[in-house]
């Protein structure tokens, strides 16, 4: 995250780098153990089928990758959360991170009520976002399991 706003000065653009970088790693090594985890009697189905490409993956390979694919949705969504507040605690003028860090140094009698008011929505918001990937998860695969 400091590279990042040291390399854009622009605070949009590091936002996104950082929210990025956060989210894409998790997707990626879900979806590549999705890859991995295909049995081998759908691969051998596929030979024997004679099946092109474009269908492989359309038939076999995707169907198989969603449920990963949508774990992986839902860790990088939760990283990218928190990697939003903290980059907001770092360096923002409004949001809930900046909203936080203003509050903890203000150091007042109510400030302690506000960090915790905070804190919460954090992780209300943090469970929404998990729950809405997780349905929209269920709805492109609705047969399995989460």
């Known amino acids: ?4 706003l040291l390399f854009f000065q ?3 653009r590091a936002a996104i780098y950082v929210i990025f970088i956060t989210a894409v790693w998790p997707i990626i090594i879900n979806t590549a153990m999705g890859v991995q985890q295909i049995p081998s009697d759908y691969k051998n ?5 004679q ?7 359309l038939s076999i390979l ?3 990758t969603v449920p990963y694919v949508f774990s992986g949705l ?8 928190l990697a939003i507040v903290a980059a907001e605690m770092l360096k923002a003028d409004g949001g809930i991170g900046f909203f936080i860090w203003d509050a903890y140094n203000a ?6 009520s506000q960090i915790i008011l905070a804190i919460l929505v954090v992780g209300l918001v943090g469970l ?3 729950k809405i990937v997780a349905w929209v998860g269920r709805l492109v695969a609705p047969g399995e399991q989460r």
């Open 51 to 57: 099946l092109s490409l474009p269908e492989y993956v």
């Open 107 to 112: 150091g007042n009698d109510n400030s302690t």
């Open 1 to 4: 995250m400091p590279l990042a």
């Open 74 to 81: 839902r860790i990088g969504i939760g990283l990218s959360w």
């Open 62 to 64: 995707v169907p198989a």
């Open 10 to 12: 622009n605070n949009d």
């Open 45 to 49: 189905v596929a030979r024997v089928l």
């Open 128 to 130: 929404l976002l998990d």
